[in-house]
C-alpha cells in the first residue's frame, strides 16, 4: 500500500467511473451488447463466486435471469465495462441452478474474508445500488415512482422531473485513547467479547468531529478532545460512509447509556496487541475489513 493510501477494504475501486453526459441509454445498451462486457449477478447482495473471486459471466447471460432484472454499470477498465444485475427477484435455488457449475451466491461478510481488496469494492458499490435502488422506488416530492437511469448509476422521476442520487449516510466512528488503552464498546446484536470502536451517524448541521465528541459522550458518558481524522470506509451494508477519528480522553469514568450498548470498557495495548497477534483473550478485534480494525491497529501497531 502507497504512502497516504486509504486502507480500508470497500474503497479505492480499481474501475473507472464512466461519466456519460449525453445520450446515456444508448451507451449503456451498446456496452451491455458488446460481447466483451461482464456481469455479476448479486442474489439479495450476495455475489456469485467463484474459487475465492466474483464469477463475472458475459454480459450476454442477463437474457438467462429474470426480465426485469435490475441492472447496474459499475465502471470499466481496459476497455471493458462491468455491470452487475439484481437477480433477488427469483428463488434462491432458481436463481443457482443455471450456474452451479461456475459458483455459489456467497455472504458478502464472507465473501469479505477472500475476496481482493479490488473485487470487494466493485462488489460493495454493486450492493449499494441495488440497495439503494430497493428502497428508493418512489420520488420523495411527490410520489412517483422513478425510474433508473445513467446506468442504475441515479434515478429521476417521469412526473415533477427530479433527480434522484444514491442515498448515503455519513457516520463519525471514534478510537478513544487514554494512557495507553482504547475505549471499546459492544451493542445489544452483538455477542459477549465482540467489540469495536464507538460510532453514530452525523446529523444535521452538524460536523464528523462535533458528531464524534456527541456520540462519545451520550453512550458513554466520555468527554474527548483532540479529535484527529484519520481515514473513511464506504460500508455497503448500511450506505453509510464511515469517516474514522482518533480521539483523547482525560478521564476514564464511563457512563454507559445502556439503550446504546450493552458494555464498554477500557482494553490495554498489550492486551490489544495479543489479540490482533492471534492470541487468545476474553474479547476479538473487528473483522480485517472493518475501519474499527483499520482504526486499532493504527494505534496498536505504532
Ligand atoms: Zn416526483
Not at 439479495?44 to 426480465?67: C, T, V, Y
Not at 425510474?147 to 457516520?171: L, M, Y
Amino acid at each position: 500500500m502507497k504512502p497516504g493510501e486509504n486502507p480500508n477494504w470497500f474503497a479505492n475501486n480499481p474501475l473507472s467511473r464512466i461519466n456519460i453526459e449525453k445520450d446515456q441509454r444508448a451507451f449503456v445498451k451498446a456496452r451491455l451488447d458488446d460481447p466483451g462486457s461482464l456481469l455479476l449477478p448479486l442474489w439479495r447482495g450476495d455475489p456469485l463466486m467463484a474459487d475465492g473471486k466474483p464469477a463475472f459471466l458475459s454480459a450476454a447471460a442477463r437474457s438467462e435471469f429474470p426480465k426485469n432484472s435490475p441492472i447496474v454499470l459499475i465502471g470499466h477498465q481496459e476497455g471493458r465495462a462491468y455491470f452487475a444485475i439484481d437477480v433477488s427477484s427469483a428463488a434462491r435455488e432458481a436463481q443457482s441452478a443455471p450456474f452451479a457449475e461456475i459458483g455459489e451466491y456467497t455472504p458478502l461478510r464472507m465473501a469479505a474474508g477472500v475476496l481482493t481488496r479490488g473485487d470487494l469494492s466493485i462488489v460493495g458499490q454493486a450492493r449499494w445500488y441495488f440497495e439503494w435502488r430497493r428502497t428508493h422506488r418512489f420520488c420523495g416530492r411527490c410520489g412517483g415512482e422513478t425510474e433508473f437511469d445513467a446506468g442504475g448509476v441515479k434515478s429521476r422521476c417521469p412526473q415533477c422531473e427530479t433527480d434522484h442520487f444514491p442515498r448515503i449516510n455519513p457516520v463519525a466512528i471514534v478510537l478513544v485513547l487514554n494512557s495507553g488503552a482504547c475505549l471499546l464498546g459492544r451493542g445489544h446484536q452483538f455477542p459477549p467479547g465482540f467489540v469495536s470502536a464507538l460510532a453514530g451517524f452525523v446529523e444535521a448541521g452538524e460536523t464528523p468531529e462535533e458528531c464524534a465528541r456527541r456520540e462519545i459522550y451520550e453512550e458513554a458518558g466520555v468527554t474527548i478532545d483532540d479529535v484527529r481524522y484519520l481515514f473513511s470506509q464506504p460500508w455497503p451494508f448500511t450506505c453509510s460512509l464511515m469517516m474514522g477519528f482518533h480521539a483523547t480522553t482525560e478521564n476514564r469514568e464511563i457512563n454507559l447509556d445502556t439503550e446504546e450498548l450493552a458494555e464498554a470498557s477500557w482494553y490495554d495495548k498489550k492486551d490489544v496487541q495479543a489479540v490482533l497477534n492471534g492470541e487468545e483473550r476474553d474479547f476479538r478485534a473487528p473483522p480485517k475489513f472493518t475501519i474499527a480494525r483499520q482504526l486499532i491497529e493504527r494505534w496498536a501497531r505504532s
